[in-house]
């Protein structure tokens, strides 16, 4: 049997002051009682063991000399007193005798009785302790230390590991386009790619780079590429490509640009008219082989200065 403080237990009757049921070393309630032969008191079995192995003398008369043997009338009535679960307050109805409490609480063990009973989290990172009927749901579905996958690429970890620092770096995870286009969500790993061709993205001035857009939801792919530098633009280019969207060959009469550089506002202007009549398709890197106003290559698409 467990042991137990006296103010562990509550008694369903009024124990009398007669019986003896605290051992007076540990002062707990008695388990394995012993008496002993020079005063006639009872001990833990393991408490008197321990004094003889000590000093040897009597915890209560001091004596040397004397005996101790088990003093099974005093176990029967101490295990036989009837007592409620020491988790009473906390809700649990069992009542019985304190013999068969032990059973009954199956402390620090997973499985018992008693389901209002603290145990420890199985997750050895986590050991929240919980009540037996919290711990299932506590293990699968609220602690962070339980096991957890992406669902989005299956890396394996812990609900924290994946949710507070994988989510940051997973190719898989869905981001919305910082463009605010129409593709909503997409895979991390397609951000950059999907950047170069998302119509909502600015052109940037200056001898740059070419800027791939579609002219719509539907619509062509083309690239754009400015010349110049500071607040001038020398000429503004542009070139049709092969694309996904060519065989719904929307109609794209004319292209306007506006071009604010810093502290000048000005209105947007038309740049290109009747793109029909010079639609060529061409390959993707044509605009930045460009290395000046001269050397723009057949099929591009220049729209003169503008400042």
Known sequence: MSQFSKEEL?????????????????????????????????????????????????????????????DKKCSHIINGLEVY??????????KGELRNMSTHLNKEKREGECQYEEVKCLYRKCQEKKQRRYLEDHEDKECPQRPFGCQYCGEIGTFLSITKDHYEECRQYPVPCPNKCVSTNMPRGSLTDHIKECPLEPIQMGNKAAVHFYTGACGRHMSARILGSGCWCDAVLFA??????????????????????????VDPFK????????????????????TGIDDIPPGVISSGSAR
């Open 240 to 265: 049709f490509h092969k694309g996904k969207f060519d065989k719904y060959n929307p109609k794209l009469p004319n292209i306007f640009l506006k071009y604010q550089p810093p502290g000048i506002d």
């Open 271 to 290: 740049v290109l008219d009747d793109t029909e009549a010079t639609y060529e398709v061409l390959p993707d890197d044509v605009l930045d082989t460009v």
């Open 85 to 94: 679960c020491s988790n009473k307050e906390k809700g649990c109805q069992w």
């Open 10 to 70: 509550s008694f369903v009757k009024e124990v009398p002051e007669q019986i003896e049921i605290e051992c007076p070393v540990c002062l707990n309630i008695l388990t394995d009682p012993h008496l002993v032969t020079c005063c006639g008191h009872n001990f833990c079995g393991s408490c008197i063991e321990r004094v003889k192995a000590g000093d040897g003398s009597c915890p209560m008369c001091k004596k040397k000399e004397y005996q101790s043997f088990i």
